[in-house]
């Protein structure tokens, strides 16, 4: 069954450094998705994209975030300059064509910022 | 903005007894509603979705949902309880008319004791 990856499972960066999550979208899916999950809270929505571009972000993620499809499979999130609040689990998840299509998430990529 | 509310952060049952977990939903257009179910240091898994089809949809393991227009719920229910069923439970919205976020709720962690 195709599955939605991410790596790292679990990164533990210092505060100011630049982290980069990485995930691998269902192969035939064009949209995706970055949420955030600070633990004990809930899931919360950071950035969608679609056709190469961000079609619509949160208040969360503001000039610090960015996201790229740098390559045909690859879509990664980069936080440029870490602050102890961004320590959280970071989901990544994909969606096909169809708008009943329901979001395929994978399992996590837990980032801790010292 | 489209949103929901999870009544009961927590919520325990009997292995055996019926499982309720409530959603409420607020949505000034028709909305797309999901449940997905997060097992401990996993990602989120689509249990079941409602998209304006029948109203009583569903969903795996057991579970189904009902869309009350009237009440504008969307509460989660099995009959009888799994051990296995233990795990946090989120409701989620998406307007119709959008292609992109999902919207959660702060979830439903249920407990089922034998």
């Known amino acids: 069954e195709p599955e939605v990856t991410q790596t790292p499972s679990h990164q533990v960066t210092q505060m100011g450094q630049e982290v980069i999550l990485r995930c691998v979208p269902i192969?035939?899916?064009?949209?995706f998705y970055w949420y955030r999950q600070i633990l004990g809270q809930k899931v919360e929505f950071l950035v969608s994209?679609?056709?190469?571009?961000?079609?619509?972000k949160s208040e969360i993620f503001d000039d610090q975030f960015s996201v790229e499809r740098p390559d045909g499979s690859n879509f990664t999130l980069k936080i440029r300059s870490t602050k102890l609040e961004d320590s959280a689990m970071y989901f990544c998840?994909?969606?096909?064509?169809?708008?009943?299509?329901?979001?395929?998430f994978g399992e996590g990529s837990r980032l801790t910022v010292l | 903005a489209q949103s929901v509310t999870q009544l009961g952060s927590h919520v325990s049952v009997s292995e055996g007894a019926l499982v309720l977990l409530r959603c409420n939903y607020s949505?000034?257009?028709?909305?797309?509603l999901f449940w997905y179910v997060q097992y401990p240091n996993q990602g989120l898994q689509l249990l079941l979705k409602?998209?304006?089809?029948?109203?009583l949809v569903k969903g795996i393991n057991g579970f189904e949902a009902e869309f009350k227009k009237s009440e504008t719920s969307f509460h989660l229910t099995k009959p009888s309880a799994h051990m296995s069923d233990a795990a946090e439970y989120f409701c989620?919205?998406?307007?119709?008319?959008?292609?992109?976020?999902?919207?959660f709720g702060k979830g439903t962690s249920l407990l089922v004791t034998p």
């Open positions: 998840a994909s969606r096909g064509l169809r708008p009943t299509g329901e979001l395929f």
């Open positions: 192969s035939n899916h064009l949209y």
């Open positions: 994209f679609y056709n190469n571009e961000i079609s619509e």
């Open positions: 949505s000034s257009v028709p909305p797309y």
């Open positions: 409602y998209t304006s089809a029948a109203t």
């Open positions: 989620a919205v998406r307007p119709s008319n959008s292609g992109y976020a999902l919207n």
